[in-house]
């Protein structure tokens, strides 16, 4: 069974007494970190805020299979943020679009989640219209036309199905009520609602 198959999808609960604690933990650590950071300068926040953004990109990309030069990444960064750093380098289109993408995600954090938003997001990350060789159908929900989406692993004939997505006929009204749910639910703490 599949997340979306139970049949309280989506409407999970847990037990808030026992994540605040842990959470209230984290962020009075949190904010230590925040204060010691404010007490070492603009340059040195700069830098520190260059090497965070570079690490989440480059480790978000090789849990999903693909590996990603950190120097482009972080010249990418730093370009984009107007940084003046030693060393630039020329970045490929992959690490544009995928810069560009969690840059607009993290810095512009306030602004809707909307179907907009994610397809360009989405274009940005893919700007040939292709996954590897296979075309795919970029900045839009996706369609059925080869069967459900699956995330699978082994070699063809012995393929092993880890997840199959939802039909895509359900695909707009879920993420309808997940944007709802993101830009308007205000009174869960963000960390728990991040999750």
Not at 102 to 125: I, S
Not at 137 to 162: C, F, I, L
Request: net charge negative; aromatic share 8%.
């Amino acid at each position: 069974m599949y997340i979306y198959q139970d049949t309280n999808w989506p409407d999970f609960t847990w037990n808030d007494k026992s994540l605040l604690i842990l959470l209230s933990k984290a962020r009075n650590l949190q904010g230590k970190l925040i204060g010691k950071m404010e007490a070492i300068g603009f340059s040195l926040r700069e830098e520190a805020m260059l090497e965070t953004l570079t690490i989440d990109i480059v480790k978000s990309n090789e849990i999903e299979g693909k590996l990603l030069n950190s120097d482009q990444v972080r010249s990418s960064i730093a370009k984009r943020l107007g940084m003046e750093i030693s060393g630039l380098l020329p970045s490929d289109r992959d690490v544009e679009g995928v810069v560009e993408m969690m840059l607009d995600a993290t810095q512009n954090y306030e602004q809707p989640l909307t179907k907009e938003r994610l397809c360009n997001w989405h274009a940005a990350l893919f700007p040939t219209g292709r996954s590897g060789i296979h075309k795919i159908t970029v900045a839009d929900w996706r369609k059925e036309k080869n069967g459900p989406m699956q995330v699978v692993s082994g070699p063809m004939g012995k393929e092993k199905v880890h997840y199959q997505a939802p039909p895509a006929e359900l695909v707009d009204n879920q993420m309808n009520r997940f944007s709802d749910w993101f830009n308007y639910e205000n009174n869960m703490e963000p960390v728990l609602k991040s999750g």
